[in-house]
């Protein structure tokens, strides 16, 4: 039996998926079996994968038929011998130390259900670009509230944990994992290592670039169900098995300052879109909601980080338009832009 359970969804993703296997198989931890979630699809990735696993008898290649990405890892999950499960996707690459650090992470902290690590972007070409350094320890819960804390390729987690906790719910078509990780929370240990383990890569295909607005619905409606949870012991989804919309979030059981202060917290966590009129017009119909939020404190930080995640995206390329968002941030909040100053844009300063 294996020591890890390696799940890869393979959809559509022939461009980059030797290179993402082949980074699996070069771990210098050796004992796991590498499941392949392979939907069919009409380009190259079948060949691809078929090739791998004639190449290395531990890549499995297993066809799925999910409505989803839950419902695919769901049947991952459900062949999965190994003591841990690790994600990956089919267009990253993981640095080759990265399951014997995860692993002995596990083997130091018997508490510790889940942990991810820090990355670094790279393009489609290869090439490298700035560090993502996910929240640790005693950060993660407070994390929890602005997103998802950790990068789901980075993921292992201990398969008792997911099993007791039901896996992934296939109503979510998107943020699966957000959700996954909010209802462990308070169940089981959670961290990021500091290690940049993986890279990331960004790409013209990638879902959270195609799938930005659905991402933070959805992300939106997972947070609310873990504060319903919270408030009344009770998950407002009546069927979370079954693919679905999220709900009209008036009749969620949360006070308007609730939603206000839910509705800023997602909009400033999304970093993949910009809050502003012409590009993002759905954020721009949640402005009224921060405006209704009645702690000035969070109010003040949804402004400014919202203002710096706008001028983040553009940067350089569109120094103007930078400048505009720079100077809003300095308007909500001059002490937290004296805390992180210009280090929010450009993080490798």
Sequence with gaps: MPRISVLLPAREAETFLEEAVQSILNQTFRDFELSALYAPSGDGTLAVLEKLARRDRRVKILETHGPN????????????????????DADDV????????????????????????????????????????????????????????????????????????????PFFQQAEDYDLWLRLHGQTEMDNLPDVLLLYRLHGGNSIRRNAPAIRRYAFLAQAAWLSRRKTGRD??????????????????????????????????????????RDDPEGNLWWPWVKKIQDKKLRREVEFFCAMRAARFY?????????RHCLRALAAGPDLAAGHGLKLI????
Aim: charged share 25%; glycine share 12%.
């Design 69 to 88: 990405l839950a419902a695919d890892l769901n049947e991952g999950l459900r062949v999965a011998d190994g003591e841990f499960i690790a994600r990956m």
């Design 346 to 349: 450009f993080p490798d300063l």
């Design 315 to 323: 940067g350089m390329g569109n120094p103007v338009r930078c400048l």
């Design 236 to 277: 407002p989804l009546d069927n979370p098995d079954e693919p679905g919309e999220p709900p009209d979030p008036a009749s969620l059981p949360l006070s308007e300052t609730e939603s206000a202060g839910l509705y800023g917290r997602i909009l400033a966590g999304s970093t993949h879109l910009l809050g502003d009129e």
């Design 94 to 169: 993981s640095l080759p130390d990265r399951f014997a650090r995860q692993t002995a992470e596990f083997q130091a902290r018997p508490g510790l259900g889940l942990l991810g690590c820090s990355a670094r972007y790279i393009d489609a070409a290869g090439r490298r670009g700035r560090r993502i350094a996910p929240p640790r320890g005693v950060n993660m819960e407070r994390a929890l509230y602005w997103g998802c804390p950790v990068i789901h390729s980075s993921v292992m987690m201990r398969r008792s944990v997911s099993a007791r906790h039901g896996g992934y719910r």
